[in-house]
């Protein structure tokens, strides 16, 4: 028996609850660098924002917030 059956679009799906539309993440320790120019008048306009987890980053389902990952590496490749 397997959980995860491929289908033609190949989605991440929930094994627990079956979600495969809602996701989110938490990172550890991020690190957010963001870069500014500053404007004539004296205000600033964000040009470039960055961020780096140094720690643990999981993934959960957005339904039943069951920990999901061991799917976070193929989530990752799948952002665009
Ligand atoms: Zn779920």
Same mark, same amino acid.
Do not use: W
């Given at each position: 028996?397997?959980?995860?059956?491929?289908?033609?679009?190949?989605?991440?799906?929930?094994?627990?609850? %079956? *979600?495969?539309?809602?996701?989110?993440?938490?990172?550890?320790?991020?690190?957010?660098?963001?870069?500014?120019?500053? *404007?004539?008048? %004296?205000?600033?306009?964000? /040009?470039?924002?960055?961020?780096?987890?140094?720690?643990?980053?999981?993934?959960?389902? %957005?339904?039943? /917030? /069951?920990?999901?990952?061991?799917?976070?590496?193929?989530?990752? /490749?799948?952002?665009?």
């Amino acid at each position: 028996m397997s959980l995860f059956q491929p289908t033609v679009a190949n989605l991440l799906k929930c094994p627990y609850c %079956g *979600n495969e539309s809602s996701f989110f993440e938490i990172s550890d320790d991020v690190i957010t660098t963001t870069h500014y120019v500053q *404007n004539q008048d %004296g205000s600033f306009t964000i /040009e470039d924002r960055s961020s780096q987890s140094l720690g643990d980053v999981k993934l959960f389902c %957005g339904n039943c /917030e /069951e920990d999901l990952s061991s799917f976070h590496q193929r989530f990752a /490749e799948m952002i665009f």
